[in-house]
């Protein structure tokens, strides 16, 4: 236990807090989650969230909060906005470790547990960017663990004590993302309870965490809805409502199934140990309390979700950590009973790992390719991208050599590790541009939109962009008015059509710089060659993104 805390920090630091800032900003989310705390920060306004001025009432204020503090303390930057998502799953992992302790497993089965969800694909990536899903998946996770701890609590007081805090997380969960922070702990707990015949505490236990979850919801419900009254129909029917049966209208509508290969993929590299897991699983009791619990509280919210029109990868994330808690137990469980010694066959992984590993350090010391994704002088990232392989691979043969049932999980765990810290550094340069991160272009060629004399006209694409670096929420929109379109009504000065374009840049170019920005570099094209458009100071275009500056000056 003394060694494995450490060790788990360290984990948690290496993959999470380290590699923070080492990538550029991605629209539309991370600019979208940047520049909503940012206008926050600049307005005062801190009750009704705004997009480029304009409402926008998708989900409600507390990971903008959380966003905007992390600005406010470590500055306008990517690790600050990214900041909160890696501490939510820390934050997973660690409710994880304190579950099982509760559980009464082996004393180190929490804190494996807990370094399996750290190291799994799906969460490295939820931890790693500003998405309202790490921080969900925190408050829910805390939320499903601490009504546990109260189930099983063996006095009045600490029962009250625990179903506080399990209220209290789903109110924080609902400031989060809505109504979804409610709903999801609800269908895990319900079902386990029928399951185990204790259906009067359904009737019995909810009435303290109502009362957390109103006193924490209450005070930011209320004051919304007397700063803007048509919050809560908006946020209710629209963005709950309709988004889960919109069918084909919904938001990213996919397939029923959608989420099995999703949750596999988010799994990696414990996928390839599920049938292991499952079968050390096997010698448990389907009676025991914990195991009918995660198994709720995996498969039900999986159907939840797969049930929904809209579908997202990152709608899975608040299952990962019942899937990190059953592969541990299943894991531990399948090597003590059956720990296969060194062979042939549990070496194939180690080679390949070392394959792939021989494959990229030849590329770096040779450089047969004759370009690279990262450019001519991004060779020596394939010299990580060995030296992490070989790494994974040489821990991969420590553990299938190691006896030990918990020690051979603990080795896994670390494997993939320096692989998974690398993976910021080793995205290909070329996919760090264009509209998914315009930072770089931007900062280069759209110096003047720091002037607030400056009219900014955008697509809604890029207009996040423009928010975040250049702290300009006063964006007109050309096209379509996108995710802002409720919001936007009543305000028709804020959007422009083809022709309205045309005369604006007209009428206000003789009086001030005007830059247009714009995704589809052809209808860029077609409206400089428009003939009655005044003088261009300035046109660039690269790659998805183009930029011209009209006017009678520019910088």
Excluded at 360 to 366: G, K, S
Excluded at 438 to 448: K, N
């Amino acid at each position: 236990m003394l060694r494995l805390l450490p060790i788990f920090c360290i984990v948690f630091v290496v993959i999470y807090l380290l590699p923070l800032g080492s990538r550029p900003i991605v629209t539309p989310d991370e600019s979208r989650y940047g520049a909503i705390p940012a206008e926050m920060l600049s307005t005062g306004e801190f009750v009704a969230p705004r997009l480029n001025g304009i409402r926008y009432f998708e989900k409600p204020v507390l990971g903008y909060w959380a966003i905007a503090a992390s600005q406010k303390i470590f500055g306008k930057n990517a690790w600050a906005i990214r900041l909160p998502s890696a501490l939510s799953m820390g934050f997973a992992a660690l409710c994880l470790v304190l579950l099982s302790r509760r559980l009464k497993l082996r004393p180190e089965a929490g804190w494996l547990a807990a370094l399996i969800y750290i190291t799994m694909l799906g969460v490295v990536i939820g931890g790693g960017v500003a998405i309202l899903d790490a921080m969900f998946t925190g408050a829910v996770t805390g939320a499903i663990v601490f009504f546990y701890m109260a189930w099983t609590a063996r006095t009045p007081g600490s029962r009250v004590g625990w179903l506080s805090l399990f209220g209290g997380f789903c109110g924080l969960a609902f400031l989060v993302k809505g109504f979804l922070g409610l709903a999801i702990p609800c269908i895990v707990i319900a079902p386990f309870l029928l399951w185990m015949w204790r259906w009067r505490d359904i009737f019995l236990m909810p009435w303290i965490p109502m009362l957390a979850a109103a006193i924490v919801i209450a005070p930011w419900g209320i004051a919304v809805h007397m700063a803007d009254a048509d919050f809560w129909h908006y946020f209710f029917w629209v963005e709950h409502i309709h988004r889960f049966t919109g069918g084909e209208e919904a938001q990213h509508p996919e397939p029923f199934w959608f989420f099995g290969p999703v949750i596999l993929a988010s799994a990696v590299p414990w996928t390839f140990a599920m049938i292991l897991a499952i079968l050390g699983l096997g010698r448990r009791d389907l009676r025991e309390p914990w195991l009918r619990y995660a198994l709720c509280w995996l498969v039900i919210p999986l159907v939840f979700f797969s049930i929904s029109s809209g579908k997202l990868p990152t709608y899975i994330l608040p299952c990962m950590p019942a899937v990190a808690l059953l592969l541990a137990v299943g894991l531990i469980e399948r090597f003590e009973f059956r720990c296969e010694k060194r062979s042939l066959k549990s070496i194939i992984p180690a080679l390949i790992l070392m394959g792939i590993g021989a494959i990229a350090m030849v590329e770096w010391a040779f450089g047969f390719l004759d370009s690279t994704p990262w450019g001519e002088e991004g060779s020596w990232r394939f010299g990580l991208i060995g030296a992490g392989f070989f790494i994974w691979a040489a821990f991969d043969l420590m553990a299938v050599s190691t006896q030990r049932a918990n020690r051979r999980v603990l080795i896994m765990a670390l494997s993939p590790v320096l692989m998974f810290a690398f993976v910021p550094l080793l995205l290909p340069t070329n996919w760090m541009g264009g509209y998914k991160a315009p930072g770089a272009f931007l900062l280069e060629h759209g110096t003047v939109m720091a002037d607030p004399d400056t009219l900014v006209i955008s697509d809604s694409h890029l207009m996040h962009a423009v928010n975040w670096f250049y702290d300009r929420y006063d964006v007109v929109i050309f096209g379509g008015p996108g995710e802002v379109a409720w919001g936007i009504e009543g305000q028709p000065d804020r959007l422009v059509d083809a022709p309205a374009l045309l005369e604006l840049i007209t009428s206000q170019a003789s009086q001030r710089p005007v830059v247009l920005l714009l995704r589809d570099t052809e209808w860029m094209q077609h409206i400089l060659a428009y003939p009655t458009l005044p003088p261009v100071q300035e046109s660039v275009m690269d790659r998805d993104i183009g930029l011209a500056v009209f006017g009678p000056a520019s910088s």
